[in-house]
């Protein structure tokens, strides 16, 4: 295990200090050294060996020749064996200066030998060395080789007749001797070769590889986000100069496409501004800096008043223009009022300087948030800073032939008065903001703890709203509409109430705006239309016809199923569509009045009647009234309220009965609370009313009882009880 890991860490510091290319070169270098070493040792070997056996058996040879000699001048006196001592001892002499291992004279009419060594000579009766025999059978001389030996046999003659052989065999030692000196030799061989042949290549493929190294190393600069320098490899004119050079330029555009990218990922495509992204980095920043700097920072957040009526009518590209200027205005505020806007993207001053600073950002849609540092220089406060933004941007914005009045909301946090988490600060400032939304907007307010208390409340409610909806706690409250000739009901209006598990019947004043703000409006409205429809068809099939309003938010035209959802309800509880009754503001019918002309007709062919609500509250006119198809104007009782008194609401209301009396449509006055105004509208020709004169909300069991007089047994038909 622990040579494994060494092992793994010398390849690593190799890699990192030569490079793959260089190491794989290098063993190829040390491979094709080995093999040629290897090969030049065998070739030298094979030469070694050929010339070795061809020395040996020359020499073999000579001494066989010599010893044959001298044993033919014997032989012609007498037999092998009467030889005298000298002789032998010749023999002996000749063995250790030859290296000869051991030799023998035969004499095959004797049938005898004598064997000689480097140390002593012997008789030998009926023992023929192979080579021996050979000669003796063929006349010519013999050799072999045989486990590192060589042996020579040649004929010996006397009077020319063949009388028996001489043979010889060299040492071992001779071979093993000359061996080494070949092995020798090759090693001195290759060690010189190598000594100048390898650093000559290494030196070679150093220069060849070394760039191929450089660009290696600059790709994983590039990959680890640093721009290499390639200079020394540029300016080559060879393949790795065009390599290099084509490099450089991809790692400027890889640098070039990274800024755009960053940019982009940090810039509003619209105002250019930075994102919302880049501001929550940048409150980060700020709160790090504030440890050590100890300056406050303060925290903006804008929403723009009445800008989605700019989109509505004006359409999302003059929306655009509206945001651009505004962002323009903004910046120019904050610069004007002593701040220095800073850059954004580089946020250059905000770790190193201590002078006042600004980043201005457009958070979504209509939202902006500007981010301060204050630093006492003169510039303006947050408060000061907040009401002057305002200014700036309640001066109308021209765009086109267009004039555009806008008005801005904002709420301010401050760090570290309200903390220095990021999303705190940004939670706080809109909190503040909102709160000035819901005052009327158009105003600058600093958070305040009692606003997240009130967040806390309101997001209870609609955490208990989303659980009322669900478990059927959502419940109609039936209103009584009045005709004035006879007094008598003639429809009602269906209210939505709360009637809460624990806590009892919770006004709408608790739940309905919050409802409005969290989206949680359209599911009431619609629980409330099927109640209403199944209540509407309870009394058709009891006698009475007592049509039933149902108050609808303006969203409902925003959504594509809307007409959808009616319909079903119609289909769903069999209610007539004459029994049902939409009412909706003058505000929501001018909004997208096209939208909600084509929508109200679709559901007025099944017979659903249509009202607006709160007429005179608005900012409609005559002309875009009669576009649409509805059925009943009901008068706000903001002016009916004072109407015994006040001689202009009067004069009001009279102009809208005849208009409507032109328009053929129906009158409901709202908010009636005494006879004398009863008598008022009664007498100015008033159709419909209703107010608490002729009976407050009601739950379903008190309407009941209220109707029981007028109800008919079921087989009784339908009557219209208004007559």
């Not at 080494?180 to 150093?206: H, Q």
Request: glycine share 8%.
């Amino acid at each position: 295990m622990l040579w494994t890991r060494i092992r793994s860490y010398i390849k690593r510091q190799t890699l990192r200090r030569i490079g793959v290319l260089q190491m794989r070169a290098a063993m190829a270098l040390l491979v094709g050294i080995c093999s040629f070493g290897g090969l030049l040792v065998y070739v030298d070997q094979e030469i070694t060996e050929r010339a070795l056996k061809k020395e040996l058996f020359d020499q073999s040879m000579s001494f066989s020749r010599i010893v044959a000699a001298m044993v033919e001048e014997r032989l012609n006196h007498g037999q092998l064996t009467e030889v005298d001592t000298g002789f032998r001892e010749t023999l002996q002499q000749i063995a250790r200066s030859a290296h000869i291992e051991h030799g023998v004279i035969h004499d095959a009419q004797q049938g005898m030998s004598l064997e000689f060594r480097p140390d002593k000579t012997f008789f030998l009766e009926h023992d023929i060395w192979p080579c021996v025999e050979e000669v003796l059978e063929t006349g010519q001389f013999a050799s072999r080789v045989q486990q590192d030996q060589m042996a020579v046999a040649v004929p010996l003659l006397i009077g020319g007749k063949l009388r028996g052989a001489v043979s010889v065999i060299q040492t071992k030692e001779f071979f093993a001797y000359k061996r080494g000196e070949a092995v020798l030799r090759a090693s001195f061989i290759v060690g010189g070769f190598s000594a100048i042949f390898v650093p000559v290549m290494l030196l070679l493929l150093s220069r060849l590889l070394k760039p191929l190294n450089l660009l290696t190393r600059a790709a994983r600069q590039l990959a680890g986000g640093h721009l290499p320098d390639l200079a020394t490899s540029t300016s080559r004119r060879d393949e790795i100069g065009m390599l290099s050079r084509a490099f450089g330029r991809m790692a400027t555009t890889i640098r070039q496409n990274s800024a755009a990218e960053k940019r982009l990922a940090n810039t509003d495509p619209v105002t250019g501004l930075a994102n919302r992204a880049r501001i929550e980095t940048i409150i980060a920043m700020a709160a790090q800096t504030h440890a050590t700097t100890m300056q406050p920072w303060s925290i903006f957040f804008i929403d723009l008043d009445k800008f989605k009526r700019v989109n509505d009518t004006l359409g999302h590209q003059v929306g655009d223009e509206v945001l651009m200027e505004a962002g323009r205005r903004i910046s120019a505020v904050c610069g004007e009022q002593g701040y220095h806007v800073d850059d954004p993207l580089t946020c250059d001053d905000l770790m190193t300087g201590t002078q006042p600073l600004a980043y201005n950002a457009r958070f979504g849609g209509d939202e902006f948030v500007v981010v301060t540092r204050s630093a006492l220089q003169g510039e303006a406060s947050p408060a000061e800073l907040g009401q002057a933004i305002i200014a700036a941007l309640q001066r109308p914005i021209r765009v086109d032939a267009h004039a555009i009045d806008i008005g801005a909301s904002i709420g301010i946090s401050m760090m570290p008065e309200h903390g220095t988490s990021p999303t705190s600060l940004l939670r706080y400032a809109d909190l503040a903001m909102y709160a000035i939304k819901k005052a009327g907007g158009t105003g600058c307010r600093i958070y305040s703890e009692e606003l997240s208390d009130k967040a806390v409340s309101e997001m209870i409610v609609e955490m208990d709203l989303h659980r009322a909806l669900g478990e059927g706690e959502i419940v109609p409250f039936y209103m009584p509409k009045i005709r004035f000739s006879n007094g008598k009901i003639s429809g009602f209006e269906a209210l939505a109430r709360w009637h809460h598990r624990e806590k009892g019947l919770i006004p709408p004043d608790r739940f309905i705006p919050i409802a409005e703000e969290r989206g949680l409006i359209t599911e009431i409205d619609r629980a409330i239309l099927r109640q209403a429809a199944k209540q509407a068809v309870i009394w058709w099939k009891q006698g009475l016809v007592l049509p039933i309003a149902v108050n609808v938010a303006p969203v409902h035209f925003e959504r594509d199923d809307f007409v959808e959802y009616v319909e079903r309800v119609i289909n769903d509880t069999g209610v007539p569509g004459f029994l049902l009754e939409l009412e909706f503001t003058e505000t929501a019918a001018m909004g997208n009045s096209t939208d909600v002309v084509e929508k109200v007709s679709r559901l007025k062919k099944l017979g659903v009647r249509f009202a607006i609500d709160d007429f005179g509250t608005g900012y409609s006119n005559l002309a875009q009234l009669r576009r649409l198809p509805v059925d009943v104007l009901k008068i706000d009782r903001s002016l009916t309220r004072h109407i015994e008194t006040d001689s202009e609401a009067n004069l009001v209301i009279q102009t809208v009965i005849a208009m409507t009396q032109q328009m053929k449509l129906e009158i409901v006055v709202e908010g009636v609370e005494n006879d004398e105004q009863s008598a008022i509208l009664g007498a100015l020709g008033c159709t419909y009313a209703q107010g608490y004169l002729y009976g407050a909300p009601k739950s379903l069991d008190d309407t009941t009882r209220l109707l029981a007089p007028m109800l008919v047994p079921a087989s009784t038909p339908a009557r219209v009880v208004n007559g």
